[in-house]
C-alpha cells in the first residue's frame, strides 16, 4: 500500500487520524501526520498473530467476566468490548520499566503487562476493592473516581525526572489512561498542565469511545480532544482506536519521546464501546442500534484476522486454536472466580492507616465480640 | 541547649531537617519557594534544597495533592502546602478519595506518606476564605490522620514526625499563633519526643477540664490562668491530635475533675467537640458533675473580619462556659 497522509479511509472522522490497518484487514505502510511525524509498524509474522492471540483473548475474558455478572457472581462489570485494539496495541507499546495508570476498564492493557487476568476481579466481586501492589505489576490500582489517576500519573512522571530516569533509550515513562468524559474533569485538565510545565515523562491515553455513559462527545467538547493538547504546549495525535498497529505504533513513539526527555503526548483512540458502560446500564435508551451496526463493520479483531488470512499469515486452523486456548483461559478464570472466598467480616478493619490506630482498633475488637455473641446461636 | 523562636521558624526548621534528613522528602505547594511562602514557613529552603526538592507548584490544589499521590506511589515523601484552609477544597476530591484510601484500595501495598500543611482559623483579620477551621471533613474521613500543634516546640517536633510517618496525615497550623514565640530544643530527637498521637496536659489542674487544639490551647491557658484567680483549678488539655483523638488522656482528666467543656474554633455543629462531648458521656456518665459543654464559633460562614473577635471562642466566652458548668 502507498503512505498515507493523516487522513486515511472512509471511515475516518473529520480531521483524520493515524491508521495502519483498514476495517477492510489493508496494511497502510506509513502514515506521516501534519507535524511530520511518521508512525509505521514492522512486525514479523509471529508478532501480527500475537496481537491476534492478544485481542481474542482479552475479548473472550471480558465475555466470560460480562456472563458471570449476569449470573450473580460479579456485582458489576466495565466490558471493554470494541477497544480492544486501543488497549492491547497500547499495552504492548509499554516497555517493561514503563508505568500504567488505568480507569477500571484497562482489562486488556492489564493482560498485556503480563499479570494474572484474575487480579481485577476481587473488585468486581465485591471481595475487596483492588488490593495489588501498583509497583510491584507497574500497573496502579484501578482508579473509579473519573480523571483522578492521571494527576498521579502526572506526579509519578514527576518523580521519574526527579530520579533521573529519562533522557536515553532505558529512561521510564508513564502512560495515563482515560475516557473522552474524563477530559471534562479539571483534574484532568491540570494534569495536562502540570505535565506541560514539568516536561513530564508521560502518555495520555485518551480511549474516546464516543459516550460517557449516556452523554455523546459532542456534550463534552467543541474541537477534536486531540487538538486540545495544542493549547497546553506539547503534541497530540488521533489514531484508529480499532487499529491495533496504529495504537502500537504512536503509543511506542510518544513513549520513546517521554522517556527520552521530550515530555508528554496526548493521544486520541477514536474508538466505540459497543457494550453497556457497566453491567447495570442499558444503552438502548440512549443511542441507535444502527450506530452500533456500522462499528460492528469496524471491529479490530476481524481486520486483523482478514489481514491475517489475506498475506497467508495465519489459516483456520491458527485461529480455531487461538480461540480454543482463550476458551480454556476463560473457563479457568470463571472457576478461580467462583473459588474466590468472602473475606472474614473483621478483616473490613484493616489496612485504613498502615500505622493502625487505637481507637480503630477498640471498634475492631467491638465488632469481634459482637459478631461473637451470636456463636451457637440461630443467627 | 534552646532557642526562643516563633511558631513559624519552628515549623520552617522542622521542615529543614526532614529535607536534610530524607532525600525523598520534597516540599511543594504555591509560592514556597522563591517567595518562602505566604507566611514564609518555607523561608529558603529552595535555596538550600534546590528546585527539585522544593518546588513552585502551579496553581492548582488538586494538582498539589493529586501528583502528591504519584510521587508518594513512586516513593517520595511529599509535603504539600494548601496555602489557605479555605483553599483547600478544589483538593478535597483527592483528599477524601485518593488519599485518606489508597492504603485500604491496596491492602497496604501502596502507603501514601503525605503530609498536607494547612495553615487554618482566623484572628488575623482576613478576607473571605482564610480564616477557616476546615479540620472536621477530614477527623471525619477514615485513612487520614489530623494533627495541630499549638506552640513552637510541638510544632517543630510534630511536624518532623508526620513526615516520617506512613500515614497520610493533614497537618493544621495554628495561622494566627506563627508569631507567637518559645522555646524549641532544636537538637531534639524527634523520634524520641512526645508521640504524635498523644494528647497532652498543657496546665495539670483539679476542677474542670478544658479540651482545646491548635490556635484555642493559648486561649483555654489565658481562660485558666484567670479562673485561677477565682480559685478555680482548671486543667487544659492540647488534644495535639484529632485523628485518632487520644481519648484515655481526655477520660482520665475528666474523671478527676468532673467537668468538661470543649473549645474549639470551628463551627460547633458535628464539629469535633460534638463527638468528644457524646464520647465523654458515654465513657464517663457516673464521673459528670454537668453535662459536657462546647465553646466553638457558631453556625454561621466565618463573618467579616470586623466582626470576627465575637465569633471566635475568647476567654470571657470559655469561663462563661466554666460558670456555666460549675452552675449546673
Given at each position: 500500500m ?23 484487514g ?10 511530520g ?10 508478532e501480527?498473530?500475537g496481537?491476534?492471540?492478544d ?19 460479579l ?28 480507569t ?10 503480563g ?34 489517576q ?42 495536562f ?19 460517557a ?79 452500533v ?19 497467508q ?9 487461538v ?7 476463560a ?41 461473637a ?7 | ?30 509560592d ?42 513512586r ?12 483553599f ?19 491492602m ?29 471533613y ?16 510541638d510544632?517543630y ?14 497537618f ?6 506563627y ?16 508521640p ?28 485558666a490562668?484567670?479562673?485561677a ?5 482548671l486543667e ?12 484515655g ?5 475528666v ?21 468528644i462531648?457524646a464520647?465523654?458521656?458515654e ?35 470559655v ?10
Open positions: 502507498a503512505n498515507g497522509e493523516s487522513e486515511v479511509g472512509a471511515d475516518a472522522p473529520a480531521g483524520g487520524f493515524v491508521q495502519l490497518l483498514t476495517p477492510e489493508e496494511r497502510v505502510d506509513s502514515v506521516t501526520t501534519a507535524d511525524t511518521t508512525y509505521s509498524v514492522d512486525f514479523t509474522d509471529d501480527y498473530k496481537l491476534y492471540h485481542l481474542v483473548t482479552v475479548r473472550r475474558l471480558d465475555g466470560e467476566a460480562l456472563a458471570l455478572q449476569r449470573q450473580g457472581e456485582g458489576l462489570w466495565a466490558s471493554l468490548l470494541g477497544q480492544e485494539a486501543a488497549q492491547v496495541g497500547s499495552g504492548r507499546a509499554l516497555r517493561p520499566q514503563d508505568m500504567a495508570f488505568p477500571y476498564r484497562e482489562h486488556g492493557v492489564l493482560y498485556t503487562r499479570i494474572d487476568p484474575i487480579m481485577p476481579f476481587g473488585l468486581f466481586r465485591g471481595v475487596d476493592q483492588g488490593g495489588w501492589d501498583a509497583n510491584e505489576h507497574k500497573f496502579n490500582g484501578y482508579t473509579v473516581v473519573i480523571g483522578a492521571t494527576l498521579h500519573a502526572t506526579g509519578y512522571a514527576m518523580g521519574v525526572t526527579m530520579d533521573g530516569k529519562t533522557g536515553g533509550p532505558d529512561g521510564e515513562a508513564v502512560i495515563a489512561y482515560f475516557g473522552d468524559g474524563a477530559t471534562s474533569q479539571g483534574e484532568v485538565n491540570e494534569s498542565v502540570w505535565s506541560g510545565v514539568f516536561n513530564a515523562p508521560i502518555v495520555f491515553f485518551c480511549q474516546n469511545n464516543q459516550y455513559i449516556s452523554e455523546p462527545l459532542e456534550r463534552q467538547t467543541r474541537i477534536p480532544l486531540y487538538r486540545r493538547a495544542a493549547g497546553f504546549g506539547f503534541p497530540g495525535v488521533r489514531i484508529d482506536g480499532n487499529d491495533v498497529l496504529a495504537s502500537y505504533a504512536v503509543t511506542r513513539s510518544a513513549l520513546d519521546r517521554a522517556r527520552q526527555g521530550e515530555g508528554p503526548t496526548l493521544i486520541e483512540a477514536y474508538t466505540y464501546r459497543m457494550g453497556a458502560h457497566t453491567s447495570s446500564d442499558d444503552p438502548t435508551r440512549y443511542r441507535i442500534a444502527s450506530e451496526e456500522s462499528w460492528k463493520a469496524k471491529d479490530p479483531i476481524s481486520r486483523l484476522r482478514a489481514f491475517l488470512t489475506k498475506q499469515i495465519a489459516d483456520d486452523a491458527f485461529f480455531a486454536e480461540d480454543e486456548a482463550a476458551k480454556t483461559l473457563l479457568d478464570l470463571r472457576e478461580r472466580v467462583l473459588a474466590m472466598p468472602d473475606p472474614a467480616p473483621v478483616t473490613m478493619f484493616d489496612h485504613v492507616y498502615p500505622n493502625g490506630s487505637p481507637d480503630l482498633d477498640e471498634q475492631r475488637r467491638q465488632f469481634a465480640d459482637y459478631q455473641s451470636f456463636e451457637g446461636s440461630e443467627h | 541547649m534552646s532557642d526562643n523562636i516563633t511558631l513559624g521558624k519552628a515549623l520552617n526548621h522542622g521542615l529543614r531537617r526532614s529535607l536534610e534528613n530524607d532525600a525523598k522528602v520534597v516540599v511543594m505547594g504555591e514556597v519557594g522563591k517567595l518562602g511562602g505566604v507566611f514564609r514557613i518555607t523561608d529558603g529552603l529552595q535555596k538550600d534544597f534546590g528546585e527539585q526538592r522544593v518546588i513552585d507548584t502551579p496553581l492548582a490544589e488538586a494538582g498539589i495533592v493529586g501528583t502528591a499521590v504519584g510521587l508518594a506511589i516513593g517520595f515523601r511529599p509535603v504539600c502546602e494548601i496555602q489557605f484552609d479555605g483547600v477544597f478544589p483538593a478535597y476530591n483527592q483528599i477524601v478519595t485518593q488519599v485518606a484510601k489508597m492504603s485500604y484500595r491496596s497496604g501495598k501502596v502507603k501514601l506518606p503525605i503530609v498536607i500543611r494547612i495553615p487554618y482559623g482566623g484572628g488575623i483579620g482576613a478576607v473571605e476564605h482564610h480564616s477557616e477551621s476546615p479540620e472536621a477530614f477527623s471525619h474521613t477514615p485513612g487520614l490522620k489530623v494533627v495541630t500543634c499549638s506552640n513552637p516546640a510544632a517536633t510534630m511536624i518532623q514526625q508526620a513526615i516520617a510517618s506512613d500515614d497520610p496525615i493533614v493544621f497550623e495554628p495561622k494566627r499563633r508569631w507567637e514565640k518559645g522555646d524549641v530544643d532544636l537538637g531534639a530527637d524527634p523520634a524520641g519526643a512526645f504524635l498521637h498523644q494528647a497532652r496536659v498543657a496546665r495539670p489542674g483539679t476542677d474542670a477540664t478544658l479540651i482545646a487544639y491548635g490556635p484555642m490551647v493559648r486561649t483555654a491557658l489565658d481562660a490562668a484567670a479562673a484567680e477565682d480559685g478555680r483549678n487544659v488539655i492540647d488534644l495535639r491530635s484529632l485523628s485518632p483523638i487520644d481519648y488522656t481526655v477520660y482520665e482528666s474523671k478527676r475533675t468532673s467537668r468538661a467543656i470543649v473549645v474549639h474554633e470551628a463551627q460547633g455543629t458535628l464539629g469535633l467537640g460534638a463527638e462531648a464520647r465523654v458521656s465513657h464517663c456518665f457516673y464521673s459528670l458533675e454537668a453535662p459536657v459543654l462546647r465553646v466553638t464559633g457558631y453556625d454561621i460562614p466565618y463573618p467579616a473580619a470586623r466582626v470576627e473577635e465575637e465569633y471566635l471562642p475568647d476567654l470571657d466566652r469561663l462563661d462556659a466554666v460558670d456555666r458548668s460549675f452552675g449546673w
